[in-house]
Every structure is written in C-alpha cells, then in structure tokens.
C-alpha cells in the first residue's frame, strides 16, 4: 500500500484521525517524519532541516486555523556533532519564533540515515476541517506554488544558498488564526495543490472548478522554460505548506483584506469532479 491506502485502512480504527490535525479538548496536535533521502537534498544545512522539519508540523496546525504553541523534534543520525546539531534547533527555534510557538527540546538517536520526527500543538475553539465545503463557496490559496520544486532544482545545480533559502517557509499559523471565522474548509498543500484539493472535495463530498491562472512563485520562471513545466512545479510537486481553503463568496473580499498574506480565488466548489480550466485535474501529487 502507498501512504494514502495506508492511511484509508486506518481510517476506521482511528475515527478522530482524517484532517490535518487531531482535535483534543481545544487542543489540536500533529506529528511528521521526514528522511535525509526523501526529504532533505544534498546541499541541505542542518538549520534548514530543523526550520524546514518542524515548520512541516507547524503548517498542520496552521490548516486547522489553531494558535501554535509548541514543538519537539526527534533528531536521528549516525553520529551528533556539535556544529550540525546546534544549527538544527536554531533552525527548529527560529521558525518557531516566527509564529509566535516554542521549540521545547525532544529527543536524540542514533540511526543510519539522518532522521526527523516533528511533534507540533496548537489551541483553537473553532478548529477549520476538511469537511465544511459547500457548492458556491470559492477555493482559495495563501502565497505562492512551487518554492520548493525550484528548490530541488537549485539544489541539484549547486547553488545551495538559494535553494536552503526557498526551502525555508514560514507556516501559515497567521493566515489560519485569520480564516477560522470565515473559512468553511482548509488544509495544507504539503502534497501539493491538485491532490489537496482533491482530498477536501473527498472530504467535503463536493467537486472543484478550478481556473488558471494559478498564483505561481516568481522563482519558477528561473527553471521552468514552458507553461507545462510551471504547472507542473505550481499544481503537483507539492511541499510547499500553503492553505487551501474555501470561503463563502459573500465573504472572500474581507477575507483577503483580513488575510497577512496574499490570498488568491483560483475557482469555486461544485457538486461534483475536480476540473482545471474545465478538464479533469489528475489526482497527482507528492507521496511518501
């Protein structure tokens, strides 16, 4: 089974889980693991991991539009030294810092490929689901798409300053905090914004008309020469930790008003179908 199999089969012996976050008497709280293979490029600083690792937590609990409180990391590697490890928790530290959280410590151990496991709480009374969609309510999207696509490019080219620079993005704890009161369904785009939007519709039972163009980074045009290449980084590479979300439409002109950061319309709930410029959008996307 991939990671969504895995994760539908589990579905029925744990009820509570399902959104980005699970909710426990005003508390939500989330957990993540990621791979120096899978998850960290050659060229990846050892403060970008810490950042890049528990800011992944930090954007689950920025999708349930939770205040962050704090975050505890495991750090996993085939030898400590000083140097790598201070720079992670500085990184772990500082993008906590940005969102108004703690990083409180965690755990060490030894295994044979660098590893991090990433514990993140918040508090919320009014805890943002994947499962409040409505037909006519209207799809929107925090910041930019396709950082971190850019970034694997850039890391693979050898300008690794400017890739640890896109990788490192600050969770969208603000943005959630605001959109709790206004928006009827929301998660993050770690697996990127076709298969998030596939998800909530499967959540929401509703469909999706979505319409280009798309809010893609600036940063794209440096490694993607065709419309298709930008599509591709923008809509299905995924990581890039923006909120997915959907607002009545009376509602979004103060929501984007509201809102600390760009938040663009890219189309409108329907009965059914997850469309793109009105052919059907491929539930493709980051897998684990």
């Not at 990184?91 to 410590?105: D, I, N």
């Not at 805890?127 to 799809?139: F, N, Y």
């Amino acid at each position: 089974m991939d990671e969504r199999a895995a994760l539908a089969m589990l579905g029925d012996r744990v009820p509570s889980a399902g959104d980005d976050c699970a909710v426990v008497d005003g508390q939500v709280v989330t957990t993540d693991m990621l791979h120096e293979t899978t998850d960290f490029p050659d060229g990846t600083s050892r403060y970008t991991a810490g950042w890049r690792a528990v800011g992944a937590s930090l954007s689950d609990v920025a999708a349930m539009g939770a205040e962050a409180t704090a975050a505890v990391a495991v750090y996993a590697a085939p030898a400590f030294e000083k140097e790598a490890l201070t720079a992670f928790v500085d990184g772990a530290s500082e993008v906590c810092k940005q969102v108004g959280a703690a990083y409180v410590g965690g755990d060490l151990d030894g295994h044979e490929e660098f590893t991090v496991a990433t514990t993140a709480f918040g508090r919320t009374d009014r805890p943002v689901l994947r499962s409040g969609a409505q037909a006519g309510d209207t799809v929107c999207v925090t910041g930019t798409l396709g950082r971190s696509g850019v970034a694997l490019e850039l890391f693979a080219a050898g300008d690794t300053e400017r890739a640890n620079d896109l990788f490192r993005f600050e969770p969208r704890i603000a943005a959630g905090r605001e959109l709790a009161g206004t928006a009827t369904a929301m998660m993050d785009s770690s697996d990127g914004l076709a298969r998030s939007l596939h998800q909530l519709a499967e959540a929401s039972n509703c469909g999706m008309a979505i319409q280009t163009p798309l809010p893609i980074d600036e940063s794209v045009n440096d490694v993607a020469s065709s419309e298709r290449e930008r599509l591709e980084l923008g809509a299905f590479f995924g990581e890039d930790f923006e909120l997915v979300c959907t607002i009545p439409e009376p509602a979004v002109g103060q929501a984007r008003s509201a809102t600390p950061c760009p938040l663009t319309p890219i189309g409108t709930v329907t009965d059914d179908g997850v469309t793109l410029d009105g052919e059907p959008l491929p539930d493709r996307g980051y897998s684990h």
